[in-house]
């Protein structure tokens, strides 16, 4: 599969060919990309709401008045679940909301989240992630060359030099993303993934290995 190719500066050179780069039928991994995101909202959840039973509200477990003779409904204590005041019928109580997925799921995920940027034509590559200067001016000058700056990027690399890291910091629509580290959340959530060589080297042998577990 071929991708642009950018110069470290973000200007354009040419294409680069990826002949390992994945390959998957279509619609293969949708439903895995898609329980990665339901699992990360799920997971980000606090799922402390708390209610109180009719056991647990306060108050006195008398009956309010008598059964008959007053000529009106007849009524047990002031804690059921009817009443002001009373308590909760089948209302929330803490609990996780944790999902879990094995490493499978997450890997083809990843691999289609990949896939789609590569052939909407949203993933480029980079020869490397370089900048003169620790300044954020510097970094949005290579953003700019690539597509305005105005889209949310993803840079990946296999390790970002503390220059990068300075620059970028203050850049909110920016993410850099280290190949070991890096999820199909990550891609999922860039308009742009732009990639060093070294770093889809390593991203696809890590798919590769990966895989032959």
Same mark, same amino acid.
């Given at each position: ?5 950018l110069k470290s500066d973000g200007t354009e050179s040419g294409d680069k060919d990826v002949t390992n780069f994945p390959v998957l039928d279509a619609g293969k991994g949708q ?12 997971? !980000?959840?606090?799922?402390? *709401?708390?209610?109180?039973? +009719? @056991?647990?509200? #306060? ?29 909760? *019928?089948?209302?929330?109580?803490? +609990? ?6 094995? !490493?499978?799921?997450? +890997?083809?995920?990843?691999?289609? *989240?990949?896939? @789609? ?21 510097? =970094?949005?000058?290579?953003? #700019? ?6 889209? &949310?990027?993803?840079?990946? @690399?296999?390790? =970002? ?18 190949? #070991? ?7 999922? +959530?860039?308009? &742009? ?7 889809? @080297? ?6 590769? !290995?990966? !895989?032959? &577990?």
């Amino acid at each position: 599969m071929k991708f642009k190719l950018l110069k470290s500066d973000g200007t354009e050179s040419g294409d680069k060919d990826v002949t390992n780069f994945p390959v998957l039928d279509a619609g293969k991994g949708q439903d895995a990309l898609r329980q990665l995101v339901v699992a990360f909202h799920a997971n !980000s959840r606090q799922g402390n *709401a708390s209610t109180k039973t +009719r @056991d647990e509200v #306060s108050g006195s477990g008398k009956k309010i008045y008598r059964q008959k003779g007053l000529g009106t409904g007849r009524a047990g204590d002031k804690r059921a679940i009817q009443r002001r005041g009373g308590g909760i *019928a089948f209302g929330p109580k803490p +609990r996780s909301y944790t999902q879990k997925l094995n !490493s499978k799921v997450k +890997r083809l995920a990843l691999t289609r *989240a990949l896939i @789609d940027h590569a052939e909407e034509g949203t993933f480029y590559l980079i020869e490397e992630w370089k900048v003169s200067e620790p300044k954020t001016k510097a =970094f949005s000058h290579i953003l #700019s060359n690539i597509d305005g700056g105005s889209v &949310k990027f993803l840079a990946v @690399d296999n390790t =970002f030099d503390s220059n990068v890291k300075l620059a970028a910091r203050n850049l909110a629509k920016t993410t850099l993303g280290n190949t #070991s580290e890096i999820n199909a959340l990550d891609v999922v +959530r860039a308009d &742009k993934v732009v990639c060093s060589l070294s770093a889809i @080297d390593a991203l696809i042998k890590k798919l590769n !290995s990966d !895989s032959e &577990k």
